[in-house]
């Protein structure tokens, strides 16, 4: 999946829109909820040394936050690693030219679920 087919599924799937939140930095792309404003994915150019291959090629990665009863369901050969720049405990980087395009829409889903803003509950009757 290329990051602009990434962000055609964002806005088609979840209706928002990118958000390019650091001055003087147009690459570093971030989807919100609408609602709630938190961030559920974020995309930027990483090169592949950062994730412990031996080359410079800088490739398109997005973050995304998973349950922590998910991490270790997905790994390397799913284009999935441990979070870059970020909390490595809830946020993993999916490697956007070698994850399978189901697995991204997959994780993406994960991630906007994960972050929603949550339904309050009635109080109960005593």
Known sequence: MTRQELLEHCLNTYNTSPDYPFEEDFETTVMRHTDNRKWYAIVMNVSRRKFGFESDEVIDVVNLKLP????????????VYPAYHM??????????????????????????????????????AK
């Not at 922590?68 to 284009?79: C, W």
């Not at 395009?101 to 109080?123: C, G, H, Q, W, Y």
């Open 68 to 79: 922590t009863e998910m991490f270790g369901s997905f790994g390397a050969p799913d284009g």
């Open 87 to 124: 909390n490595k405990l809830h946020w993993i980087s999916v490697l956007l030219p070698d994850a399978p395009d189901t697995i991204v829409k997959f994780l993406l889903n994960v991630s906007f679920e994960a972050t929603k803003s949550k339904k309050k509950r009635a109080p109960t």
